[in-house]
């Protein structure tokens, strides 16, 4: 509520009172960090902690008309695909203090394309054919 007030060379006062009312329904904007791509799913970077973090990431970006500190959460769905090639979709959603909200999905690839390391025993010379050792029932008995 506003009192706006006039007074004349004489005294004389007039007020009148104005009704101001805030009514933000425009949702902020975000743009999500660029997508990434891990070889193995235990990389899959974290949710940032706060909405400073999400800010800081590369290409990541959120706003509001009226609010500088907005409301920030994160969440990350399963991986779907395998854990030797598929993708996550995590979900990014600012909240400006009205309660207007907007969300964007990053994917994260899980790629593994690289090759597995193997060492092969040392050669062995046995006399008879019987004495040929078995193999290893696992790669923990190489």
């Known amino acids: 509520m506003r009192e706006h007030k006039v007074t004349d060379d004489c005294g004389n006062t007039k007020t009148c009172n104005q009704t101001i009312t805030v009514d933000d329904n425009t949702m902020p904007t975000i743009t999500c ?3 990434v ?7 899959v970077p974290a949710c940032p902690a706060s909405f ?9 970006s959120a ?6 500190n907005l409301t920030y959460a994160c969440t990350t769905g399963p991986l779907t695909g395998g854990a030797c090639g598929g993708t996550i979709t995590r979900e990014h959603k600012v909240t400006d203090d009205c309660g207007n909200t907007k969300t964007c999905n990053q994917t994260i690839t899980v790629d593994d394309n690289t090759l597995p390391v193997i060492t092969c025993p040392d050669n062995v010379t046995v006399e008879c054919e019987d004495e040929v050792p078995a193999c290893p029932a ?3 008995g190489v």
């Open 63 to 68: 706003s509001d008309n009226c609010d500088d």
């Open 37 to 43: 791509t891990v070889e193995c799913e235990d990389e």
């Open 138 to 140: 696992s790669l923990r």
């Open 33 to 35: 960090p660029d997508n």
């Open 52 to 60: 400073a973090a999400f800010d800081a990431l590369p290409s990541a």
